[in-house]
C-alpha cells in the first residue's frame, strides 16, 4: 500500500526559505519507475503542479517558479524533499506531494496523494 | 506552457441526473489528459488517466472521452458522493498543468 505524508512548517516569514518534507512508504524510487512530485493549491484556488523527481534522480521544475525551488531526495529514509526560497504571502498554499508511476499506463498522472499540509506565509 | 480551460464553472444538478465536464486544451495534448475529484478538505483523487482509462478502484459510471484539445468526463448517473470539484490535468508537455476546475453542486 503506497502512503505519503508532507511535514513542514505551517508559517513561514515573507522572504524566508520553505522547507517541506514527503516520507512515504510502499514504494522504492531507486527500484525504477516511481516518481514524487509537488503540488500546491492557494485557498479556494486550483492546483499548481511545482515539481517532479524521478528514480534515476532526474528532476522537473514548474518554469515559472523554477528558480525558487529544489527537490532532492534521501532513498535511505524514503524522502523527498523540496526547498522554496524567498516565500511571499502569495504562496500560503496547502502543499501536496503525490507519487506518480512513471512507467506505468498511468504515467505522469498522480495516483497517490498526502493529506496535504497547509503553509501560510505571514509576518 | 498548455492551458487547460475547464467548463462550466459551476454545475449544479440532482442526484440521478447526468453530469458532463468539459476540458480545453490550448494545443493539442493528443490523448495525455487526466481527471481528478477532489472533496472539501481532501487531496485529489485520480479518476481518468489517458482521456478514457479509469483509474484503479474508480467506479464504472465515470468515463471519459476526448482526444486533442476537447475532453469530457461524464458522469453516467450522479451519486450523493459525486458531488465535488474536478480537475484535468495533461502531461503531454513540460511543464504539468491543471486546470481551473468545475464545481459539481447539488441542484
Known amino acids: 500500500q503506497i502512503t505519503l505524508k508532507e511535514s513542514g512548517p505551517t508559517l513561514v516569514k515573507p522572504t524566508q526559505t520553505l522547507t517541506l518534507t514527503c516520507t512515504f512508504s510502499?514504494?522504492?524510487?531507486?527500484?525504477?519507475?516511481?516518481?514524487v512530485g509537488w503540488i500546491r493549491q492557494p485557498p479556494g484556488k486550483a492546483l499548481e503542479w511545482l515539481a517532479l523527481i524521478y528514480w534515476d534522480d532526474d528532476k522537473r521544475y514548474s518554469p515559472s517558479l523554477k528558480s525558487r525551488l529544489t527537490i532532492t531526495k534521501d532513498t535511505s529514509k524514503n524522502q523527498v524533499v523540496l526547498t522554496m526560497t524567498n516565500m511571499d504571502p502569495v504562496d500560503t498554499a496547502t502543499y501536496y506531494c503525490?507519487?506518480?508511476?512513471?512507467?506505468?499506463?498511468?504515467?505522469?498522472?498522480?495516483?497517490?496523494w498526502g493529506q496535504g499540509t497547509l503553509v501560510t506565509v505571514s509576518s | 506552457e498548455i492551458v487547460l480551460t475547464q467548463s462550466p464553472a459551476t454545475l449544479s444538478l440532482s442526484p440521478g441526473e447526468r453530469a458532463t465536464l468539459s476540458c480545453r486544451a490550448s494545443?493539442?495534448?493528443?490523448?495525455?489528459l487526466g481527471w481528478y475529484q477532489q472533496k472539501p478538505g481532501q487531496a485529489p483523487r485520480l479518476l481518468i488517466y489517458d482521456a478514457s482509462n479509469r483509474a484503479t478502484g474508480i467506479a464504472a459510471r465515470f468515463s471519459g472521452s476526448g482526444s486533442g484539445t476537447d475532453f469530457t468526463l461524464t458522469i453516467s448517473s450522479l451519486e450523493p458522493e459525486d458531488f465535488a470539484l474536478y480537475y484535468c490535468?495533461?502531461?503531454?508537455?513540460?511543464?504539468?498543468?491543471f486546470g481551473q476546475g468545475t464545481r459539481l453542486e447539488i441542484k
Open positions: 510502499g514504494f522504492s524510487p531507486s527500484s525504477g519507475g516511481a516518481g
Open positions: 490535468q495533461q502531461r503531454s508537455d513540460w511543464p504539468i498543468t
Open positions: 494545443q493539442s495534448v493528443s490523448n495525455y
Open positions: 503525490a507519487h506518480s508511476d512513471l512507467t506505468g499506463p498511468s504515467q505522469y498522472f498522480f495516483d497517490y
